[in-house]
């Protein structure tokens, strides 16, 4: 158990559609990590929050965007949601340059 | 651009075969190199950290080693329980933030 807990683990919704993913990070880390896992890309990094605070950007995409609150938990929201966004959504915790631990990730298929 | 390339892409082994996990990097400067593993299903579970050229990690059947260029997972007399994707990863001291960049993977699978 990484200690990073995702919901829901699976979602199922249509094009057009927007949908909020949910993060809560291991005790005590202050940066949030959110990565897209395709089968063909691999894991991208999309974005990054530390302390409430956006610290980083990755190719996230204009129609997704993303909050960490002062409990540290995060949200990952997407919106008009397209076909080809179909992905694992993958959150990790995690401070500075120790390594990030993840969690067990969203499913997300758009029909 | 910061780059990771995995090879090979899949790996089939007998149990008990010996074999190497290769992983080529571009980063403009090195903060970091991590190995993870990833199961079906589940997130990547973090296995090693390299910070600097020639340092080497061990756990169990793994042993990871650092170049400045790459770095390598040995694993040693596999078992059916190290099928799994083995994931690199790096970071990039002069990026913003602390994102991992990672390779594609290697999908290992072990046979008895």
């Known amino acids: 158990d990484s200690g990073v807990t995702q919901t829901p683990k699976h979602l199922i919704t249509a094009t057009g559609q927007r949908v909020t993913l949910r993060c809560s990070p291991r005790s005590g880390d202050l940066s949030v990590y959110w990565y897209q896992q395709s089968l063909d890309q691999g894991l991208q990094f999309l974005i990054q929050?530390?302390?409430?605070?956006?610290?980083a950007k990755g190719n996230i995409l204009e129609r997704f965007s993303a909050q960490q609150f002062p409990d540290l938990h995060s949200e990952l929201n997407l919106s008009s949601l397209e076909l080809g966004d179909s992905a694992l959504y993958f959150c990790a915790s995690g401070m500075g340059g120790e390594p990030q631990h993840f969690g067990d990730g969203t499913r997300l298929s758009i029909l | 651009e910061d780059q990771v390339t995995q090879s090979p892409e899949a790996l089939r082994l007998q149990e008990g075969e010996s074999s190497s996990l290769n992983c080529s990097y571009t980063v403009s400067g090195l903060r970091g190199l991590f190995w993870y593993r990833q199961d079906p299903g589940k997130g990547p579970e973090f296995l090693f950290t390299?910070?600097?050229a020639g340092e080497e990690k061990e756990k169990e059947r793994l042993k990871a080693t650092l170049t400045k260029k790459e770095s390598f997972l040995h694993i040693t007399a596999p078992k059916p329980e190290d099928s799994a994707t083995y994931l690199c990863a790096v970071q990039d001291i002069n990026q913003a933030g602390t994102a991992l960049i990672f390779g594609k993977g290697t999908t290992l699978s072990v046979s008895s």
């Open positions: 390299l910070y600097s």
């Open positions: 929050y530390y302390n409430g605070e956006e610290r």
